[in-house]
């Protein structure tokens, strides 16, 4: 027996052996740095697709994508507060300006009409106070302004002489700004007959020289309340703008 024991404890060691390494223990933290190489090797076919079970990589994904859209927008609203204050300027510039050149074309077509409608009157009754030629152009100018819904700042009929032949009216009621309206009509501008400049919002006689024209000059002065100012104070800027829209024009006298 004792010749026999010896080949029989050998052998079972051998499959003993055998048996240790078919059991070779492998840690935790091997399987997992596996199982990441395969969800990286194979994303299609990795845990998150199937109805259950979450990869071990998607809350690291998830933390990076949140902080993306964190920075994504933090930006956004970064360039927004700087490009706002520029948007508001250059939309309410847009519009002033554009409001405020149509209604300086709208009133030098007016002057235009006042002046030839007075002009065209008859010159008998200058040295009255109120003569019919002032009146018809006060009268054309402050019912084309109600007309087209134009405040005339509560504008009065009844002028202030002012010699030899010049009538002032002017009021800033209604809610007109402190400048208000001033028409000024004078039937006797007279002006050179060459060289001539472009007349003064007063409606100033020129210098006639040798030769010099009879006219009649109405000028319009409109209060306009500008909203740009307020807007260029957003960028700390102050704009120094008119307070009234001027025009002027002349036409010759016919009678």
Same mark, same amino acid.
């Given at each position: ?38 969800? @990286? ?7 998150? @697709? ?49 409001? @405020? ?16 409608? @007075? ?137």
């Amino acid at each position: 027996m004792r010749a026999d024991s010896g080949p029989t404890i050998r052998h079972n060691r051998r499959h003993e052996r055998l048996r240790c390494v078919c059991f070779l223990p492998i840690s935790l933290s091997v399987l997992a740095a596996l199982y990441v190489a395969e969800q @990286a090797t194979h994303p299609d076919q990795r845990v998150s @697709a199937r109805a259950y079970g979450e990869p071990v990589t998607h809350p690291l994904h998830f933390r990076a994508r949140l902080s993306d859209v964190f920075s994504d927008q933090g930006a956004q609203l970064v360039e927004f507060a700087v490009s706002l204050p520029l948007l508001v300027v250059f939309v309410v510039g847009i519009f002033d300006f554009s409001s @405020a050149f149509t209604l300086r074309l709208r009133l030098t077509n007016l002057a235009r009409d006042a002046a030839r409608a @007075a002009a065209g009157d008859p010159a008998s009754d200058l040295q009255n106070t109120t003569p019919v030629s002032v009146s018809d152009a006060f009268y054309l100018i402050d019912n084309y302004l109600q007309a087209n819904n134009i405040n005339d700042c509560g504008i009065s009929s009844t002028p202030t002489p002012q010699p030899p032949l010049t009538w002032t009216f002017s009021a800033n009621g209604n809610g007109c700004p402190a400048a208000g309206l001033t028409i000024t009509v004078n039937r006797g501008y007279y002006f050179p007959r060459t060289g001539a400049v472009v007349p003064s919002v007063g409606c100033q006689p020129q210098n006639p020289g040798t030769t010099a024209v009879i006219g009649t000059c109405v000028s319009i002065q409109y209060p306009y309340p500008w909203r740009f100012g307020k807007a260029a104070g957003l960028l700390g800027r102050n704009a120094s703008l008119p307070t009234q829209i001027s025009t002027v024009a002349v036409a010759l006298n016919e009678n």
